[in-house]
């Protein structure tokens, strides 16, 4: 159906009455062209420098293409238990590392967030030190804490903590800034102490938020578990390496297909709980 007339004379009105909204001029549209050729530059001087290759790409491709048809169909070449084995030293170090650092940083995260404990220069120490620990990628962390301990899932655990605790401590403050004032306020009205008011007023409403994150880590953390393994902190990472390196590719498929597995499962039941979480907050 074509638009009416009164369509187009309403869209001339519009125009002649705000010219410079419709067709701004030059000056005003050259900062957007500006920025958009700088990113544009910037993009290509990226890919000169970075060496990329159409070429080169596309005979990877290729390369891909013959590495999938290795890995089907995927086995375990009798190696199933062992991969088993190490996938569940994979989830124990994914949730044991992200717990312990949950716990970590719940005080820190009250210190860390505006108007709650302590003051401005707490609060600006307690902050640098999270961006200090996440700064760091977990496999760098990973590859500090091996050796300081040595090989195996107890630098994993510490991996994964060191760099958890810092990204809880942000996750959390954030989270107790943005909640809602007004319980703490009148439980502090209603003769509390300050603590009183963190304890009824403040922890009720950002605990099912503090355990959403704690669940989305862990599966996040069973990823991450997996790639620090590759470097020696244990699990089924060091297996896909190894597999890897010997070119076993019907056995490094059905390393990555348990894994995705796993996740897929973590994630389902992560949902559940905090399902569960929010219907009794909702309930109560």
């Known amino acids: 159906m074509s638009p009416s007339p009164d369509f187009f004379t309403d869209r001339a009105e519009v125009a002649a009455r705000h010219g410079a909204l419709v067709n701004p001029p030059l000056m005003q549209r050259l900062p957007a062209v500006l920025v958009v050729a700088m990113v544009l530059g910037l993009a290509v001087l990226a890919m ?3 060496e990329f290759s159409f070429a080169r790409l596309g005979s990877g491709l290729v390369q891909l293409g013959t590495f999938l048809t290795l890995m089907v169909p995927p086995s375990p070449g009798g190696m199933a238990i062992t991969f088993f084995k190490a996938l569940g030293e994979t989830v124990a170090i994914a949730v044991l590392g992200t717990t312990l650092a949950a716990v970590l940083a719940f005080p ?24 200090s620990l996440r700064g760091v990628d977990t496999l760098i962390w990973a590859l500090i804490w091996i050796n300081v301990v040595g090989l195996g899932p107890f630098a994993g655990v510490l991996a994964l903590i060191t760099s ?5 401590t942000k996750m959390f403050s954030e989270a107790i800034e943005t909640a ?5 306020e009148g439980v502090v009205a209603a003769g509390g ?3 009183h008011a963190i304890r009824f007023g403040l ?3 950002v605990l099912p938020v503090f355990i959403s994150q704690w669940l989305y880590m862990i599966e996040s953390n069973t990823r991450s578990a997996t790639i620090i393994g590759i470097v020696g902190a244990g699990g089924i ?7 890897i ?9 059905f390393i990555v297909l348990i894994v995705l597995a796993t996740v897929a499962l973590i994630d389902f039941l992560s949902t559940k709980i905090r399902l569960a979480v929010i219907g009794e907050r909702a309930a109560a």
């Open 164 to 168: 958890d605790l810092g990204l809880f």
């Open 193 to 195: 102490s300050r603590v």
């Open 237 to 243: 990472g060091l297996h896909l390496a190894e597999m």
């Open 108 to 131: 820190l995260g009250f210190l860390a967030a505006r108007g709650v404990i302590g003051g401005a220069v707490l609060r600006f120490l307690t902050r640098r030190f999270s961006d």
């Open 48 to 50: 000169t420098r970075l």
């Open 180 to 184: 809602d004032r007004k319980p703490s």
């Open 245 to 253: 390196r010997t070119y076993e590719w019907d056995r490094v498929a």
């Open 203 to 205: 922890i009720p409403q």
